[in-house]
T-cell receptor, first 116, second 111 residues
Framework: ETGVTQTPRHLVMGMTNKKSLKCEQH?????MYWYKQSAKKPLELMFV???????ENNSVPSRFSPECPNSSHLFLHLHTLQPEDSALYLC???????????????FGPGTRLTVL | DAKTTQPPSMDCAEGRAANLPCNHS???????VYWYRQIHSQGPQYIIH???NNETNEMASLIITEDRKSSTLILPHATLRDTDVYYC????????????FGKGTHLIIQP
């Protein structure tokens, strides 16, 4: 596979469930990102990882827990979510999050999450 | 990052060039202009970026005004598959931040 892949593509969960979203990039990049896109709202950055270290956390509630075991994989662990957390969750990667050189972020197809 | 302003929607006839404008009057000297497109319920797709000079790749051309306060994305010979939401973003090089997408322009290609 090439590019950035995300699984599952669709997820329905109850508020008491625990689930995980998975992202994998096959581009040899060193930085990975989680975004949330709610209906009719701009894309919101959630987390940034560079070389497996979290470098940014944009005031995201603790019910979202990211994990980056290596530079190719990124997880978003979900627990006790609320219905308002229903959204499209997008993963992206770029060559480097901290370099002065210009970076282009490549996005995965997203996971459509519905919280009942 | 500087704020951008785009028209909410535009129509273009199939086969014609689609010209999507973007205003970024508060852009600073080190900020680049990026363009992305997003198919409904899928991830944004990078199109092109530039700093000062006009840029062209296999997907599109980017025209940046001399004062850098506005730019135009040009899709030559638009097809029905170019119907999408297009986002104009300005940001600094690098940095540990993601891209902030506004509302974009919904481009509708008419047959």
């Amino acid at each position: 596979e090439t590019g950035v892949t995300q699984t599952p593509r669709h997820l329905v969960m109850g508020m008491t469930n625990k689930k995980s979203l998975k992202c994998e990039q096959h581009l040899g990049h060193n930085a990975m990102y989680w975004y949330k896109q709610s209906a009719k709202k701009p894309l919101e950055l959630m987390f940034v990882y560079s070389l497996e270290e979290r470098v940014e956390n944009n005031s995201v509630p603790s019910r979202f827990s990211p994990e980056c075991p290596n530079s190719s994989h990124l997880f978003l662990h979900l627990h006790t979510l609320q219905p308002e957390d229903s959204a499209l969750y997008l993963c992206a990667s770029s060559q480097d999050a901290l370099a002065i050189n210009l970076d282009t972020q490549y996005f995965g197809p997203g996971t459509r999450l519905t919280v009942l | 990052d500087a704020k951008t302003t785009q028209p909410p929607s535009m129509d273009c006839a199939e086969g014609r060039a689609a010209n999507l404008p973007c205003n970024h009057s508060t852009i600073s000297g080190n900020e680049y202009v990026y363009w992305y497109r997003q198919i409904h319920s899928q991830g944004p797709q990078y199109i092109i970026h530039g700093l000062k000079n006009n840029e062209t790749n296999e997907m599109a051309s980017l025209i940046i005004t001399e004062d850098r306060k506005s730019s135009t994305l040009i899709l030559p010979h638009a097809t029905l598959r170019d119907t999408d939401v297009y986002y104009c973003i300005v940001r600094f090089r690098g940095g540990a931040d993601g891209l902030t997408f506004g509302k974009g322009t919904h481009l509708i290609i008419q047959p």
